[in-house]
């Protein structure tokens, strides 16, 4: 729970007290990959500082967001969990996620990316009301790829050496920004995408996201 | 724009770059019901400091999500209102409300409410597949009341003067509470909720509402 309470009797107010301080939200875009040890999410959070993060994930805990778990000796230290109502978090991130996509089409100098942020945009950016068979998608970039598999109802990370259907390789910004079918025929045109696959799977790909306006 | 960026190239971490700062997406939670004066915004929000509101003015206008507008003259002053992008943070506030429903159904000592508030979580629990005719609703509380008029495709606040189908009388948390159909029996028969109105609206204003699990 935030030191601070708004003090006001509304949801919104409500979920920004117990979800709203600065880093708490990132902590749980992490952990919705599954459970995480200390130093991963130190790592995955960089520069977070050490206190920051300790802190952050004692507010999780108390709030009955986040399991703490011993981890069974020899080993030693602990892995954090989401709890279900940590897990409902999901559409308020994914809603973040889907407001800010244009913010990711451009990349600013010195921004980190983990491919793990990209499967995020896959999982905020296909239509739910998607349906056929499953594709396979390896989203390939400078700074590491990540491969998922799409169904009609979840969305799971493969192994980063499985076979896929299709692979969309570019820059960061660049495959995020072919997670709209609007802008995909003028990123291959510029040379600055590449799409292999089957055609078959590619189309069906394209169909698995919702087109979105281009900002010019 | 927050003064510290994360650093992220992440839709989500750039999301709170620029909207993530406290009290920020509680300024666009009222700028939702309309244009609104400074010192209107001032005294909604209270009690945030005037030069925090300030600043978050200043912000959202120069991340191109609040227009000012001065008045025109004799009256002095400005009116802030969301440009679109402002406006599309409808999507993050509501998944903030539906995920913190169940933290209105109890009243912290010291709250404010304000029915505005009701009104937001109105918008946020109807089901979005919704159809029928429409009902028209009074929230009626020892704090205030509110009215909205429900249509399968938009809900609109009505002047608080105007008859209505339907009027939910009883606390602000009991009257959030019984937005969830599966509490109003047990709302009711406490004696804690009283419902006024046309039976037939009463019965089509519970199928607007998506049950939920109650929480004990």
Chains 1, 2 share one sequence.
Not at 29 to 42: A, K, N
Not at 146 to 159: E, F, K, P, Y
Not at 169 to 178: C, D, P, Q, W
Request: charged content about 30%.
């Amino acid at each position: 729970m935030a030191a601070r309470s708004y003090g006001q009797h509304c949801a919104v107010a409500k979920s920004l007290d117990v979800v709203g301080d600065r880093w708490t939200l990132l902590v749980v875009r992490e952990l919705l990959d599954g459970p995480r040890r200390y130093r991963d999410l130190l790592s995955a959070l960089a520069p977070i500082a050490t206190d920051v993060l300790a802190g952050r994930l004692r507010d999780l805990e108390a709030s009955g967001l986040v399991d703490r778990r011993a981890l069974p000796r020899p080993a030693s230290g602990a892995t954090y969990a989401l709890t279900g109502d940590g897990r409902a978090l999901e559409d308020v991130i994914n809603a973040y996620a889907r407001w800010g996509r244009h913010l990711i089409e451009r990349r600013s100098p010195g921004d980190v990316v983990r491919p793990e942020w990209l499967v995020r945009a896959v999982r905020a950016y296909v239509r739910p009301d998607r349906d056929g068979p499953p594709v396979s998608l390896r989203l390939a970039t400078p700074d590491g790829s990540a491969a998922v598999a799409i169904t009609a109802d979840r969305i799971d990370t493969l192994a980063d050496d499985e076979d896929v259907d299709v692979t969309l390789s570019g820059a960061a910004e660049i495959v995020a920004a072919a997670m709209n079918p609007a802008r995909v025929a003028e990123l291959l045109t510029a040379g600055r995408l590449r799409i292999d696959g089957d055609p078959d799977a590619v189309r069906r790909l394209g169909q698995l996201f919702a087109p979105v306006p281009v900002r010019s």
